[in-house]
């Protein structure tokens, strides 16, 4: 008789049950994971038409990563008129004036490059 995958854990990685060391160094690095990729380094910038806020992360020169809350969505009407028209707002590659002001707060230094050399646990 098989063990279905479910009664053995994920199938590609070990559970380490019994190796309750292991197991909370592994559990320790994901959260670190999840906190430098899905929080850190991001810097709240308020777009200078519509006045939506949302956090941005600058991981290079030619990659930023942003995240809308849904109060900034309904604030940008380029999102709205997007929507209005039928169109997924999250297929919307960006704003065109939100990336104005991203670029404006880079250049002010609002938000500062975060790369892996800018990790303060020097993690990555």
């Not at 479910?6 to 292991?22: H, I, L, V």
């Not at 559990?27 to 670190?32: F, I, L, P």
Request: hydrophobic letters at 35%; one cysteine or more.
């Amino acid at each position: 008789m098989t063990r279905s995958v479910e009664s053995q854990g994920w199938a590609k990685a070990p559970a380490f049950d019994d190796d309750p060391a292991r197991r909370a160094a592994i559990d320790a690095h994901t959260r670190r994971d999840k906190a430098h990729y899905l929080d850190g380094g991001l810097h709240e910038i308020e777009c200078r038409a519509c006045h939506a806020c949302v956090l941005v992360k600058k991981t290079s020169t030619s990659q930023t990563s942003v995240q809308w809350t849904a109060a900034a969505r309904a604030s940008c009407s380029e999102l709205r008129s997007v929507a209005e028209a039928g169109g997924n707002p999250a297929m919307t590659p960006t704003c065109g004036r939100l990336s104005a002001s991203i670029d404006h707060g880079v250049a002010e230094g609002i938000i500062p490059p975060h790369g892996p050399t800018d990790d303060p646990d020097g993690y990555l």
